[in-house]
Every structure is written in C-alpha cells, then in structure tokens.
C-alpha cells in the first residue's frame, strides 16, 4: 500500500512537471506569435528625401486623395512648394 502511495505522489509530481513545461511552451509560442503580430510596422517613404517613416508617427499630406508621408515639416513644406 505504501509502495503504492509513492509511486502515486511520483507520478502526480512527474506529471506536474511535465504541464509547467508544456505551460512554459505555450506561453513562449503566445510570446513569439504577439511578438510576430506587432513587429511588421508598415514604413512609408517620404517622397522627398526617401527615409522610410511610420505613418502612425509621421507627418502626413492628402493630396489628390493619397496621403503622403513626411520625416520633418521641411519635407512636407518642400511636397507642398514642389
Ligand atoms: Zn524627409
């Protein structure tokens, strides 16, 4: 009987070993998929200087109904002169 017990609290501990691996697995594929979601920022290219900016932080110009892009005011005031 108590060499069944044992054997029982092995098992239990083994297999709890085991889920907090597989729990650590998953929870690193989650990481790497959220990571894979964000990372590919779509750039846009200034058409003045050609430096690639994030529209979500760039300065922007609708023109023509297409929006442009811009690093620096220069730039767009440059578009707009242009
Ligand atoms: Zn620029």
């Known amino acids: 009987m108590i060499k069944f017990l044992l054997l029982a609290i092995l ?11 597989v729990d650590g697995i998953m929870d690193g594929a989650g990481e790497r998929r959220r990571g894979a979601r964000q ?3 779509k750039l846009v290219r200034d058409p003045v200087c050609g430096t ?4 979500t932080t760039a300065l922007s110009l609708t023109d023509g109904g297409t929006t442009h892009y811009f690093c620096s005011q220069e730039c ?6 242009a």
């Open 76 to 81: 767009r005031a440059k578009y707009r002169a």
């Open 52 to 55: 690639f900016v994030a529209p």
């Open 39 to 41: 990372s590919p920022v």
């Open 11 to 21: 098992v239990l501990l083994i297999a709890r070993t085991f889920w907090r691996v």
